[in-house]
C-alpha cells in the first residue's frame, strides 16, 4: 500500500507571493491532517479534513486555508507569504480522523519564503 | 502556552542501554498519547500508543508508561540500537474529539556504538 504522498518536495517562493501545497492520503484513509513544523515552533496543527469538510482548525491566520477532494485527496494553500512561513508542512492521514487512531505522515514540503 | 513538553532537547546513550526519553503535558482532557520517531528529511513515524485507561504499554523494545496523577509519560527503549538515533516527539490528543494531536518540541536520540 503506498503511503502519504505530498507534492511538491521542495518550494522556493518569494513574499507576497501565494503558494499550493498537495496531499494524497493512503488510500482508503478518509481524514486528512496538516501540520507546520519549524525550529521554534515545533510541530502544530493547522487543520483537519474529513469527507470534504473541515473538522478542526488549529491557531493560524485565515492566510492559511485547505480543501479536501471527493477522493480525499487535500491541497493547503497559504496566500501572501511571509518569511516567517518557511517551513517543513506535513500532511497525515487517518481512516475516520478519530482520536483514538495512529496517524501516518508524508515526508512534508520544504517551503522557504525569500 | 505548551500543553506537551519535552524538556530535554537531546540525549545520549550507549548502544545496548535503556534510552528514557520524558514528557510532560498540562491539558487533563488528554487522553490519547503517542510517541513518534523523525528522521531527517522524513515525516514523523508512529512508534507506540498509550490510551489513559492504561498505565503501561509495550511493543518489542519499546515500552510507554503513563502517570495520570503527574501528567507525566516516558518511552523506554531497551535494548537502544544506533538505528534508534533520531527525534523523539511525544503528542497528545482527546480521543473523543476529531483528530488533532498536540506535539511536544521533540528529544534528539544519540545511540553511540
Known amino acids: 500500500k503506498a503511503g502519504v504522498t505530498q507534492t511538491p518536495r521542495y518550494l522556493i517562493k518569494t513574499r507576497g507571493q501565494q503558494v499550493t501545497l498537495s496531499c494524497s492520503p493512503i488510500s482508503g484513509h478518509r481524514s486528512v491532517s496538516w501540520y507546520q513544523q519549524t525550529p521554534g515552533q515545533g510541530l502544530q496543527f493547522l487543520f483537519e479534513?474529513?469527507?470534504?469538510?473541515?473538522?478542526n482548525k488549529g491557531n493560524f491566520p485565515g492566510r492559511f486555508s485547505g480543501r479536501q477532494f471527493s477522493n480525499s485527496r487535500s491541497e493547503m494553500n497559504v496566500s501572501t507569504l511571509e518569511l516567517g512561513d518557511s517551513a517543513l508542512y506535513l500532511c497525515?492521514?487517518?481512516?475516520?480522523?478519530?482520536?483514538?487512531?495512529?496517524?501516518?505522515f508524508g515526508s512534508g514540503t520544504q517551503l522557504s519564503v525569500l | 502556552d505548551q500543553q506537551v513538553k519535552q524538556n530535554s532537547p537531546s540525549l545520549s546513550v550507549q548502544e545496548g542501554r535503556i534510552s528514557i526519553l520524558n514528557c510532560d503535558y498540562t491539558n487533563s482532557m488528554f487522553d490519547y498519547f503517542l510517541w513518534y520517531k523523525k528522521y531527517p528529511a522524513e515525516g514523523p513515524t508512529f512508534l507506540i500508543s498509550i490510551s489513559s485507561i492504561k498505565d503501561k504499554n509495550e511493543d518489542g523494545r519499546f515500552t510507554v508508561f503513563l502517570n495520570k496523577s503527574a501528567k507525566h509519560l516516558s518511552l523506554h527503549i531497551v535494548p537502544s540500537q544506533p538505528g534508534d538515533s533520531a527525534v523523539y516527539f511525544c503528542a497528545a490528543a482527546e480521543s473523543g474529539s476529531a483528530r488533532q494531536l498536540t506535539f511536544g518540541s521533540g528529544t534528539q536520540l544519540t545511540v553511540l556504538p
Open positions: 479534513y474529513f469527507s470534504e469538510t473541515q473538522r
Open positions: 497525515a492521514s487517518s481512516l475516520q480522523g478519530a482520536g483514538s487512531e495512529k496517524l501516518f
